[in-house]
């Protein structure tokens, strides 16, 4: 599993934008958020 600030650091773009992308990986059904705010907010493969 992989956080927001983990997405961040490595491709070095802005928090909002990570949101941005794991959304439309979401949607594509390529990735499962786990949690549902802030700091517990982490990202796995589907």
Do not use: C, F, P, W
């Not at 961040?8 to 802005?14: H, K, V």
């Amino acid at each position: 599993m992989v956080s927001n600030s983990d997405i961040r650091e490595a491709l070095g773009i802005a928090s909002r934008t990570v949101v941005r992308y794991m959304d439309e990986l979401e949607k594509e059904d390529k990735v499962e958020q786990v949690g549902t705010i802030g700091h517990q907010v982490t990202y796995r493969l589907k």
